[in-house]
């Protein structure tokens, strides 16, 4: 059990545990007051802290230390200054010896380098003792984590820029009080081949994090620019490291976190999203800078709006792929300059730390910029749900529906928040049900706007992934019809090129159903047994669909999008979708 679990239970109060106890799937319960990795600590009572700064003007300015702390569970939270800003803050607490301690780098010249800095009293001491262990600072750093196969052994993972990104770990043998660096292989660098026609900005192993596996082993993820999250292994507690290779997690320019449980069961928390592909950046409009259109840079990250989690007990087995969140800005026609200067983040839901929860419940931050973060708690047993059923009786919370603007793409200068991103509107909208039922259904059309990067309207909807199931949407094909495809990731609406690259693909056109009335499609699929799916319109068999691409933990994603290619008022309407994994 870690050992705040107790701590942390003795805080609450009865109508605190039944809140608690209630809550089941994802709950905000705050924001936090820094975008997340290494903010989230625990204090020797079992009151929970997230440290950030305040009172910035640009954001690579020094702020006032502030925290949030929350003495039941994460339910209710306050905001307080510190008590000196060179308090500790975030840090763990060593089992061993009770010392919270933690990592840090400076990138200014006068004292620049790697420091640890560490705490008899914990995160709120205003003088903790400071060590520098290296003269290299390295970015991204994540707090420390206890290998519990080497007693008096913590492993600490970051990277460091070399001609690129390279993933480093550091080790301490004592408890915290020296440290060692090992090397990591970089991944390789992104190539322009289809549907990319120019390079993606080259991440070769960025922001590393690790954990431990129930059968000792070290198993490290790495961001990268490959569409995957790279996977490296450790057989001897972090002293050597097999070569990467890609993971089954499917990630582009985006952070992984990794929790182990009381249980040794892991979460892993990411995006589970694939980003558009590159266009020609010679000819891009608006025209990128230099350093951008070579790689050096991003022009925008559009696979950032959702975000995932899912759970293993033996570290190669995982259940759930399911949307964690959705990000509340993803529609928004000001995406870019949303929030104001101040921070110079970009607006998404990726970057993540957790804390397992007494009762069954996780607690995870994620977020960068201000106005897109969040801290939230939910259930464990919520990842192990078999089904999911969507009628947009609470709108489109549940689904991605956005299109791109035509943005001004690349980084930053200070008080400018358009970091590596673009303006969007909404595409598919709910609409009046055309049988004047008073309710109301999404629909998918086509509407001439040469301002959007795309025009083709689509909407993506998760399901806890499945390997044996069946898909029923409801849906009434008024226009041109839809494209409808089956995937283990989330492609943007917009995206053309999932019908190509989705494991099941097919078009429902007024050809291959009734024409303007409502009915209900099936589709059957068994990754276990058959390179086919079947697809119904009711109880009739219509056609059989191939199976493209091998899908390791099976399918959580449909994507459908409109198959318009000119201006289509009447669209498809969709009323309602349900997943159900088959058991048998």
């Keep these: 059990m870690a050992w705040y679990l107790k701590q942390m239970e003795q805080l609450l109060s009865s109508q605190d545990i039944r809140m608690l106890k209630q809550i089941y799937e994802p709950k905000v319960v705050a924001i936090p007051p820094g975008d997340a990795r290494r903010s989230l600590c625990v204090m020797p009572d079992g009151e929970i802290r997230y440290y950030g700064e305040v009172e910035k003007k640009y954001a690579a300015d020094d702020g006032v230390v502030v925290y949030a702390a929350s003495r039941d569970c994460g339910l209710s939270w306050k905001l307080y200054y510190a008590e000196h800003n060179d308090v500790l803050g975030a840090s763990v607490r060593s089992p061993y010896s009770g010392k919270y301690f933690t990592i840090r780098s400076s990138f200014k010249e006068e004292n620049k380098g790697t420091y640890l800095y560490s705490s008899s009293i914990g995160p709120s001491d205003p003088a903790p003792t400071v060590k520098k262990l290296s003269d290299t600072p390295y970015w991204d750093i994540f707090q420390p984590i206890a290998v519990s196969t080497r007693p008096n052994r913590w492993i600490c993972t970051m990277h460091k820029k070399l001609n690129s990104a390279q993933p480093f770990v550091m080790i301490s043998d004592d408890d915290g009080e020296n440290w060692r660096e090992v090397y990591v292989n970089a991944t390789p660098l992104h190539e322009p081949v289809w549907p990319h026609l120019d390079v993606r900005w080259q991440n070769t192993g960025q922001e590393p994090h690790v954990t431990e596996l129930p059968d000792g082993r070290l198993m490290l993820l790495v961001r990268t620019s490959l569409d995957y999250l790279y996977v490296y292994y450790s057989e001897d507690g972090g002293d050597s490291w097999t070569d990467g290779e890609p993971s089954i997690f499917h990630c582009t320019l985006t952070t992984p976190f990794l929790l182990k449980l009381s249980d040794r069961r892991n979460m892993l928390f990411w995006c589970n999203t694939q980003p558009l592909p590159e266009m020609n950046h010679a000819k891009q409009w608006p025209p990128l800078d230099p350093r951008t259109a070579i790689g050096r840079g991003e022009d925008a990250f559009t696979n950032r709006d959702a975000n995932h989690v899912a759970i293993s007990s033996d570290g190669s087995n995982w259940t759930g792929f399911r949307e964690l969140f959705l990000s509340s800005l993803r529609n928004d026609a000001d995406y870019r300059t949303k929030g104001g200067g101040i921070s110079a983040n970009d607006k998404s839901v990726h970057q993540f730390q957790a804390l397992e929860l007494p009762f069954g419940k996780i607690l995870v931050a994620f977020g960068q910029h201000e106005v897109s973060r969040k801290m939230v708690i939910f259930d464990i047993d919520w990842l192990y749900e078999t089904s999911r059923s969507e009628d947009f009786q609470t709108g489109l919370a549940n689904v991605s529906t956005h299109l791109f603007v035509k943005s001004i793409s690349g980084g930053v200068t200070p008080g400018y928040t358009g970091h590596c991103s673009w303006n969007r509107v909404s595409g598919a909208l709910l609409a009046p049900d055309p049988d004047a039922t008073y309710g109301e259904a999404l629909q998918l059309c086509r509407v001439r706007d040469p301002r959007l990067l795309s025009e083709t ?49 097919f078009s429902l056109t007024r050809e291959i159903l009734p024409e303007d009335e409502w009915c209900t499609v099936r589709v059957r699929y068994d990754l276990t047994d058959s390179a086919f799916a079947q697809v119904y319109l009711a109880d009739k068999l219509l056609f059989k669909v191939p199976l493209r691409f091998e899908a390791p933990y099976g399918l959580c994603y449909v994507h459908i999008q409109s198959l318009a290619e000119s201006e289509d008022p009447k669209g498809t309407y969709i009323r309602t979708l349900n997943h159900q994994q088959i058991l048998t």
């Design 457 to 505: 309207q689509g909407v993506v909807w998760n399901f806890p992934a499945a390997k044996k199931g069946e898909l029923s949407v409801e849906i009434r094909v008024a226009g041109s019809g839809v494209r409808l495809s089956l995937t283990d990731h989330w492609y943007n609406p917009g995206d053309v090129t999932t019908r190509e690259l989705s494991h099941y693909s």
